[in-house]
């Protein structure tokens, strides 16, 4: 059988190189994974609550939000502050304030 030009066999959908072993697409994840899946979903939490309280300050700092009338925004805001401060206090006791990638490259320095 011939093909085109315009036939889709890319060269790398090719059989003898296609990976048959260890192929996640549609299996499940490995536990490495998951667990790094969740570090990163709970840095987000951490690093999103922090934002949310630094713009509640910074409306508050500017006039825009007076305190006494929005209670409710500041319980709120309190709350996602203690969130941010919890997740703050695990990073300094498991040592991870300072994150280092290995595999970042370093050019010119």
Known sequence: MEYSQFDRHPAYARASERRNRDDRRGGLRRVE????????????????????????????????????????????????????????WRRLQTGAVMVQRPDRERRGF
């Open 33 to 88: 994974d998951r667990r790094e899946r969740m570090r990163e979903m709970t840095a987000f939490v951490f690093a999103f609550c922090g934002g949310l309280v630094v713009l509640y300050v910074f409306f508050v700092v500017i006039g825009t939000i007076n305190i006494g009338d929005a209670a409710i925004a500041t319980v709120i805001a309190i709350a996602l502050a203690l969130i941010w401060l919890y997740g703050f």
